[in-house]
Structure formats: C-alpha cells, structure tokens
C-alpha cells in the first residue's frame, strides 16, 4: 500500500499556472561567473536549503535579482521537504534575465557545485520564449536545455515531485575554474507580458568552498605552551585572525616516546560561539557548513585545555594547531619535546630505578557507536614497551560525559569500577548503560611502573518514545504524537520532528513547523494535519531527536508508529 500519497506537499507553487497558448515542453537556464584565483588550499563543502538526505537548512551567501517581487522570486526551504528557491521569468512587458546567486566571501573561490534542481521554460507554436542552458561567460553553452543527456522534451530535472533533492535524476555536479559565485537564471526572450515563461527551483545545492589562507595566532601563552615538563590539566591561551571561512578548532597531537605517527589527542571546537560555526556532519567530508563564513574572523583569548596525565610518563613529541574552517591549519605550539611527569603523590623516591614505561591498548576504534543505551564491553591489553604482557594488574575504569555534536568530553571524571588483567595481559571492563561518554582505563604508578591511560569515546543514540493519540482517523482530522527523548536535556530543551517511510526512504514531513523543542523534561507533542488522502491508506511515522552542542546523544529515532487514514 502506499504510505506517501495523501501528504500536503505545503508548497505554494508546487505546480507552474496554465498559461492559454502554451505547449507544457519545459527547460531553463543556469549561468556560471568564473573569475580565476590562486592555488587550492583547504576545502569546505557549504549546504542550502537542503542536504542530499532531505534536511532543511539555510539559505546563507544567496541573493536573488534586485527589484524582483514575492511571486517571482523568493525561498520557502524552511517548509519541510518540499521548500525550494524559486525564481520566476515572465509576467513583465519586456524581455527579462533572473536569477538566484550563490556568493563565495572574499579570499574564498567556488571550485565545484553540486544542485538537485527543476528547470523549465515554455514554448508557442512558433519556437521557444524562454531559454535554457549551461555555459560560461563569452563562451558558448555546454548545455542546451532543447536537447542533449541533461533533458527530455526540454525538461532539466523536475522528477518524482516538488521534493526534488529526493531523486537523483534531479541532481548534476561540476568541478569548475575558481569563481566567486554561482548563478541560476531564467530568461525570457518573448511574449513576456505572459505569465511564466522560465522558471527554477532549486531543492539542494552544495558550494565547494577553496580557502587558501591559514589563519594567524599570536599572543599565545599559558602551562601547556611554556612549562618544560607537565602534570595534571594545563591549557595554552591564543588570539587567532582568519581570512576566508574564519577560525572552527583546535587539534592537539602527540608521537607517543617519539616514535610512529602523529595521533590525534583531542580537537576543541573555539568557533562554537556562531550556531553556523558547527559541522553538519553530512558525509565523510570533514569540514561541511550551511555558511560560507561559518565561524569567526577573529578571536580573543581562545583556550585549550588538555589532561596531560592521558600521556604515559615519558618523554613525547607534541604539538597544538589551530584549523579554520576548511582544514587550513597553523601551530599554536610547534612540534617539541614534551616530558609528561607522574601524577602528584606518586613521584618515584630519589636515588630509585626510573620507572618502566607501558603500553595500555583499548580494542576497536578511538570512536564507536552503539545503536542504543545498553550495556557493553571495553577490552584491550596492558604490555611493557617491548610488547611482554603486564598480569594480574588492577586497572581503573572512569568515565565522564561526551558531546558528539561537539566532538567534546565534558565535566569530571567519575569511577566505573576496576578490572584485573589476566596471565595474557588482556582486560575485559563491563560498562553499564547510559549516554555518550569518554571511558578512560588507566593504572597509577607504582611497583617501579609509570603510570599510562587510554580511552575511547562511545556514542550513544538520542532514547526517543512516542506514540499516536489515534492510529484511525479520517482525511481532514490531524495526527497527533506525543512522547519523551531521554535526559539529561540541556537547556532550551532537543529539537524533535516527524518522518514518514516512502519507498526506500524516510522523508520529512511538511508540519506546521519542521523542528519542535522539547520541554526541559524532554516531553514533546507533534501534529500533522492530513488534507489530501482520497483512498484509504497507511503511513508509518517516526520521531527524530537532533543532535545539539550541549546534547550527550547523538541523532536518535523513535519506533514506527502507523496510522491509517480513510477519505
């Protein structure tokens, strides 16, 4: 049975008006400036008005022909799957050119684009009154819109409905020169006193943003920039200056006793204080935004602070960068020698051996996910350097929490319990259930043996309940679901919305509203109103809970719920 057929699709010009005269072929056209810049640096992916999944984000770096009015152009994204940016040819007495355009800030180039898109123009009887077509400025088109593999019946994309980022027929990229913008147009050639006769909507773009400046710091100072050996929590203090994309995090990196590759410690974001400035975390791609300057220019003060009883006692190479938001980085400390010493209260008496250093290994990855809170295990090894198994050591198991959004373990540290290596040196740790967390497993000093640590950070999905007040109502009666995401919640509450299961898909909803806050216990209630199912049918729903920078879950859905409608 279909599940998606009576749904209000909730746009306003979901369909083009009748225009008497008209033969419905359909094109469009898009326009590409290019203006040359330097050399490729670091890259950044920047969304619009929706990601290649269906959710809605910003419009940010995109302005429209100036004088235009509200039916010609103008952008409806934030309603549910189904927004767009629109613009509009025709309508007017004379001739006419169009267009939205996507801006790159300066420094910065466009490289490549990537948009989900419906275009069309209209012909008479006597030829075409709209045009259509890819090309470049003073060059000929690459692209006809009246022929060629991007059309049919001069058609470019405008498959499967008004949610056209869901098909992939609707979707075409291109690696371009460096160019500051990108331009969608439609064009009018004649008869323009006439409604419509080219028009665009664009469902989902991605800009590959070129930065080729690294952000500048100075004035660094503080324990973990200036001390010669180190102990406890310290942190290094910096002013940082961007041109380009602005100032997103700080990487801190060490090569353990000097020896293997670079590992990664910790990264802190320092942007955190611009909404845009937090990753979206779309693809693999490490640096993806809704802005095309997501995080500051400039910033004062900006702190990292860092466990430097983490590191096992020795002598360790070490350093702190800072990236701005395309991957461009510069050293806040420069690789140097880092002696990290034993924790207060167990220094090693004078005139003693120099304690053994050791190997504490955690299995699996640095980072893992759980598909819900549960109970699991941490297992791993304890060895001396030269890889022999350290048996019967007592090792402590603590944790504290974690914000994936954030990328950020917070607060203190609070003790899970102990666990006992066996003759092979392995340890096997139970850790209950509960929210995203760093679980360190660390052994003191003692016995002539420096104290090691080692950790993992373990992601856990938002905990989301609902249900439906009714699962049988009629067309024209509201769905309504009510529920509870799991604490603790932070402060202004989790955003929650509702889905609904097309073929080999979940798709958003067009509610009222496409994101809900919750309460500060979690509760929340959600409603959509069904206005366009003519057969009986079933839709499945589910209810999303996001991810938030002060939220120590992960992105988490409830159970499917159905619910039948009648006419």
Known sequence: MKHSNGLQNGRRHASLPPIRGLIATQAALIALLVVAASAQAGTMHVYSCHTPTGTPVGVHGWSHTAGLDRGQAFSDCENGPYGALYVRAGGRPLPETVSWAFSAVADTSIIGFAAAACLRSFTV??????VAGLGWPNALPLRSAQGGPWTSKGEVGCHGGSSYWADVRNTFQRSVPPVPSVHFTAACLVQCSLPVQASVEIASFRADI???????????????????????????????????????????????????????LSTVPIGHGRVSCRELDVTAHPYEFDHPQPCPLTLSGARVE????????GEHDFRVTVEDASGNRTPVITARKFLAKEPPGSATPALTAAPRN?????????????PKSEPFRLRGSLTEIDGRPLAGATLTVRSRPFVPKANLATGDWSVVGQVITGPDGRFDARIPAGDSRTVQVMREAGDGLAAVAAHADVIVPAQVTASARATRIRNGQSAVFTGRVRGPIPAGGVLVALEVREPGR???VATTRRWVRTNATGRFRLAYRFRRTFQPSTYRFRVVAADDSAFTYSRGVSRTIDVQVRP
């Open 506 to 508: 979940w798709i958003p």
């Open 210 to 264: 070129r930065d080729d400046q690294a952000p500048l710091v100075s004035q660094v100072r503080g324990a973990l920039a200036s001390n010669l050996s180190h102990a406890g929590r310290e942190s290094v203090d910096f002013d940082v200056s961007d041109r380009g994309v602005g100032a997103y995090r700080a990487v801190v990196e060490a090569r353990l006793l000097g020896k293997g590759n670079w590992l990664t």
């Open 306 to 313: 860092f466990e430097t009883d983490s590191l096992p006692q």
């Open 358 to 370: 050791l190997m504490l290994r955690v299995e699996g990855a640095a980072r893992r996910s759980l």
């Open 125 to 130: 009887d006597s030829g075409p009154i709209g």
